[in-house]
Nanobody
Framework: QVRLVETGGGLVQAGGSLRLSCAAS????????MAWFRRAPGKEQEFVAA????????NYADSVKSRFTISRDNAKTTVYLQMNRLKPEDTAVYYC?????????????????WGQGTQVTVSS
């Protein structure tokens, strides 16, 4: 089991940028595929992006492709989500998740460990 702590959320105007970080502890970080999901008010949790242990396999939701970039620093046991050209519809709580020996799947049920989430609010 790995413990995940997200930081970097906040309030930003449409068109702006934010960088989320997720620090992992308590496990061997390179055994995990890492992902970001989000839950908007009144909606179900949805996949945002995932990256496998080496960074060679990356997956994005269509809604964020070309605007968001997921990356990881295995030495710092941290995964990042750089969010550019933010839109009001990106407003959500963003969650970091870990999948042991995973393959960057967008399937929520494959992820065993979750952070507490960080709020991102994009004003119009």
């Amino acid at each position: 089991q790995v413990r995940l702590v997200e930081t970097g959320g906040g309030l930003v105007q449409a068109g702006g940028s934010l960088r989320l970080s997720c620090a992992a502890s308590g496990g061997t970080f390179t055994r995990y595929t890492m992902a970001w999901f989000r839950r908007a008010p009144g909606k179900e949790q949805e996949f945002v992006a995932a990256i496998n242990w080496s960074g060679a396999n990356i997956n994005y939701a269509d809604s964020v492709k070309s605007r968001f970039t997921i990356s990881r620093d295995n030495a710092k046991t941290t995964v990042y989500l750089q969010m550019n050209r933010l839109k009001p519809e990106d407003t959500a709580v963003y969650y970091c998740a870990a999948d042991l020996w995973g393959s960057a799947t967008p399937e929520l049920k494959q992820y065993e460990d979750w952070g507490q989430g960080t709020q991102v609010t994009v004003s119009s």
